[in-house]
Structures are given as structure tokens and as C-alpha cells.
């Protein structure tokens, strides 16, 4: 039995930083494809950023390229988002999602096996 858990959202202002964390139990993050998502209110869970198995490559949407960067402490089972330079369109709950090494594509929800229960960034202006 796999479960994700997120914590590190929190309430802050147009510019601050933010470090969320996703650690893993029953199964170790590296033997995963790692994501993160989020979803606004209104709006379709949309791809944030991606780690490969290995670790050795990452995928970020356009949106969050330069700001946001996914890593991943083997030692400790968790991978981690950190956002930079927050904006007010990246307030959304944000999910962790680990998917298997053999899939093709790391941009879909489709893509994921386990997903967390979420945590709440909201970014005021």
C-alpha cells in the first residue's frame, strides 16, 4: 500500500517562497516517476513539475519554469516543490502523484498511480 503525503502549504505574499514536501510510504520514491500538480478553483488539475526515476531529469510547465524547482532526498523518502517568486495565479491545491518508471509521458494525470491528499497555497498580491 502506497500513500503520499504533502505538507508545506501555507498563506503568503506576491514574491515569497515556499517548500512543499511529499514523502512516501510503503513504497520508496525512487522507484517511482515523481509529479506534482495543482488545481485552482473552476479549473482542470494541470501538470506542475516532474522528476525521472533516476533523478536525473526534470520537466516543469511553462508557467513555473525559472521559479519552481522538484528534487528528491533518497535518505529521507520525500521529494520536494520549491516555488520561488510566488504569484497570485499559483494559488491552487497542490498534489504529489508518483507514477510508474516504464510510463511514457510525465504530463498527464493519466499518467499516475498514487496521489496525495493535497495541500493549499494561496499567493495574495
Known amino acids: 500500500q502506497v500513500k503520499l503525503v504533502e505538507s508545506g502549504g501555507g498563506l503568503v505574499q506576491a514574491g515569497a517562497s515556499l517548500r512543499l514536501s511529499c514523502t512516501s510510504s510503503?513504497?520508496?520514491?525512487?522507484?517511482?516517476?515523481m509529479g506534482w500538480f495543482r488545481q485552482a478553483p473552476g479549473k482542470f488539475r494541470e501538470f506542475v513539475a516532474a522528476l525521472s526515476w533516476r533523478g536525473t531529469n526534470t520537466y516543469y510547465a511553462d508557467s513555473v519554469k525559472g521559479r519552481f524547482t522538484i528534487t528528491r532526498d533518497d535518505a529521507k523518502n520525500t521529494v520536494y516543490l520549491q516555488m520561488n517568486n510566488l504569484k497570485p495565479d499559483d494559488t491552487a491545491v497542490y498534489y504529489c502523484?508518483?507514477?510508474?518508471?516504464?510510463?511514457?509521458?510525465?504530463?498527464?494525470?493519466?499518467?499516475?498511480?498514487?496521489w496525495g491528499q493535497g495541500t493549499q497555497v494561496t499567493v495574495l498580491p
Open positions: 502523484a508518483a507514477g510508474p518508471i516504464q510510463m511514457e509521458s510525465y504530463f498527464y494525470v493519466g499518467d499516475y498511480d498514487y
Open positions: 510503503g513504497r520508496t520514491v525512487s522507484s517511482f516517476r
